[in-house]
RNA sequence: GGGCCCGUAGCUUAGUCCGGAUAGGGCGCCGGCCUUCUAAGCCGGAAAUCGGGGGUUCAAAUCCCCUCGGGUCCGCCA
């Protein structure tokens, strides 16, 4: 934490200044990413307005104050006055004290002391087909927001939801009884989408199939009575669907607590009980037999349907229930949804606020389309993961080969599927979730890019040194004093800061970033800077603890975007 | 038609919430660097009307208004 104590300390001595020369204002405009400074403040602009003076000879009248107050403070080193701006850099002591804070604190440096339960609900696709690259986007910030969570401090459970009773579910069954495509040793959740694809195209041409809608509607029904059945049919389709996702799931390290089944909150009333109490809301009404919701006060045009007019509940009732149920359970619920999702689920809360629940945190991402137009697993137009990862795979297969003949088969296997994973991964994690984006085949087999190889190999760079380097005892860290060095150092102090940041704004893209910059940062040090033949004994221990430090910094981060660090590549 | 999101070099992306000092990266392109810790690396170069137009401000990619292009939603579907 010692850049926050950095920043404190700035804070402190800037605001003295400031209530000195009459500035009231709580802004100190600092600007923490710099590229002059370590910290930056134009607060000289705000009070020479104020003052109707001109900022140059404001900055000058602070910076002659901050002067004589700066030996008060320990991490303060320089403060440089250029034009207006006032420019705060970290003194040695702040270079040490980062050093030692990392190789003490291990794994657990950049953890921050947050507290409470959070329930995150990512990925639930639903079980009429393998995932596919636009889902694989919800599960990655899923599963890296689950990781970061975990690492400021709070416990995570994350829960996948299954839409068991959907009209997608039936459609599969009907045509598993139907159209006999035997399974020829695929992989059951692509199995489940041919039959999809081919029982939808079917009841959409309605030719010889002119009953089929009607055979769909009966097995939706059935299975709403209780029908043991067709509730056995649904089950096994859902089942093994999910067999299939997990499975793909787990080869990319995400992983699922619960799997929570939509059709629990009817069978055990809970959709019952949420209805009627919505019955008795003053925003009720009936239409047609249906019970409706007027939300036009909360701004919304379209009134919330609680139930058909038959009785029968929706989609968007039984997630109510679920909510409800999290609710209960968890201090905080947060919801990775595609942008398809924005205006049901900002009603959903509106919903949850007259019951007096507390409300989740919905975290909304734009889709991924292809370069011929957007993805449909109805129409079987989609990319699965399965294949993604395996074209990656045999890409960075070759390109271990093509580097290493010295090692065995198994560990360029190894090594292969850590860069594959970690490359998938990064390339959909280091891009903003509100950009939509297009899949290109191109790209994702691009290994030479400042992707996660990229960070992945300065990690081993790192772990190369280490181990020939032995052991450095009482590191004497006031010998790094090269500008790579003490550059390094200060992105090394950045991290907990960044959890901070991609924590508070549910943004692990910022984490991305961050990783890459420490990289890049690592290489330039491993350039200039000799560690093994470092010009004395001493200098060499000090770069030996930077390197581990670097490595502990750089795994972390890593692992946190759900990326494996190989020791060799 | 209305709501929300996106629009930054040939392509791709950071920065936009919280306005500040020459708009960061990457791919591709051009030119260099392996007798020293793995070159999946490093250095240099060309390439940007920050979609367009107004406005606010000492200062706008960032805030406000208008406008164009793309996406998405506006089902008693999920």
């Not at 590229?35 to 000879?57: G, Y």
């Not at 009980?273 to 009936?286: M, N, P, Q």
């Not at 984006?437 to 290994?447: I, P």
């Amino acid at each position: 934490m010692m850049f926050q104590k950095f920043i404190e300390e700035v804070c402190d001595i800037l605001k003295t200044v400031a209530r000195d020369m009459g500035w009231s204002g709580e802004d100190l405009s600092l600007d923490y990413y710099d590229k002059i400074s370590d910290v930056s403040s134009s607060l000289a602009f705000k009070i020479s307005r104020k003052d109707k003076k001109n900022p140059k000879s404001v900055a000058e009248e602070i910076y002659q104050r901050l002067s004589l107050l700066k030996d008060k403070y320990d991490l303060i080193g320089d403060i440089k006055l250029i034009g207006p701006y006032i420019n705060f850099y970290v003194g040695d002591k702040f270079i040490s004290d980062t050093l030692k804070e990392v190789l003490n604190r291990r794994d657990d440096y950049g953890s921050l002391n947050y507290k409470g339960s959070i329930v995150l609900e990512h990925t639930s696709a639903n079980p009429d087909g393998p995932l596919h690259i636009g889902h694989l986007r919800n599960s990655i910030l899923g599963d890296s927001l689950r990781r970061i969570l975990k690492k400021a401090g709070y416990s995570v459970d994350v829960q996948y939801y299954v839409n068991d009773l959907g009209r997608q579910v039936a459609v599969v069954v009907w045509g598993i009884e139907n159209l006999k495509i035997t399974n020829n040793n695929i992989k059951v959740d692509h199995w489940i989408s041919q039959i999809y694809i081919k029982a939808n195209r079917l009841i959409e041409e309605d030719n010889d199939f002119s009953n089929n809608n009607k055979d769909i509607d009966i097995l939706l029904r059935k299975f709403e009575d209780g029908d043991k059945d067709v509730i056995e049919k649904f089950d096994f389709v859902v089942v093994q669907c999910l067999r299939g996702i997990e499975q793909t799931l787990n080869e990319l390290e995400i992983y699922i607590d619960e799997y929570v089944r939509e059709s629990q909150f009817i069978f055990n009333g809970d959709v019952e009980r949420i209805i009627s109490r919505l019955k008795d809301t003053e925003y009720a009404y009936f239409d047609n037999g249906a019970l409706l919701l007027d939300l036009s006060s909360f701004g919304f045009e379209k009134d919330f349907v609680v139930t058909r007019s038959n009785g029968t509940s929706l989609y968007s009732t039984r997630d109510l229930a679920y909510h409800a149920w999290k609710a209960r359970r968890y201090d905080d619920m947060i919801d990775i949804l595609g942008a398809d999702h924005k205006l049901i689920s900002s009603q959903l809360k509106t919903v949850l606020r007259i019951l007096g629940y507390k409300e989740p945190k919905v975290v909304i991402f734009e889709f991924i389309s292809l370069p011929e137009g957007s993805m449909s697993t109805r129409r079987g137009k989609f990319v699965s993961v399965d294949e993604l990862l395996e074209k990656v795979r045999e890409q960075a297969y070759l390109e271990v080969s093509k580097r290493r003949e010295d090692i065995t088969e198994l560990e360029k296997k190894e090594i292969a599927n850590m860069v594959a994973i970690g490359a998938v991964r990064y390339d959909i994690i280091k891009i903003s979730p509100d950009k939509p984006t297009t899949f290109d085949w191109r790209d994702a087999l691009n290994f030479d890019k400042r992707g996660a190889p990229f960070i992945q190999y300065s990690h081993t760079r790192a772990c190369s040194i280490l181990k020939k380097g032995g052991d450095f005892s009482n590191p004497n860290f006031d010998l790094l004093r090269d500008q790579n060095e003490i550059d390094l150092i200060k992105l090394i102090s950045r991290y907990p800061l960044i959890i901070k940041e991609a924590t508070d704004n549910l943004r692990p893209n910022i984490l991305a970033n961050y990783s890459r910059e420490l990289a890049e940062q690592f290489n330039q040090f491993y350039k200039d800077v000799p560690v093994l033949n470092a010009a004395t004994e001493e200098l060499r221990s000090a770069r030996l603890a930077l390197v581990d430090a670097f490595r502990i910094v750089i795994k972390d981060s890593l692992s946190l975007l759900g990326i494996s660090s190989p020791e060799i590549m």
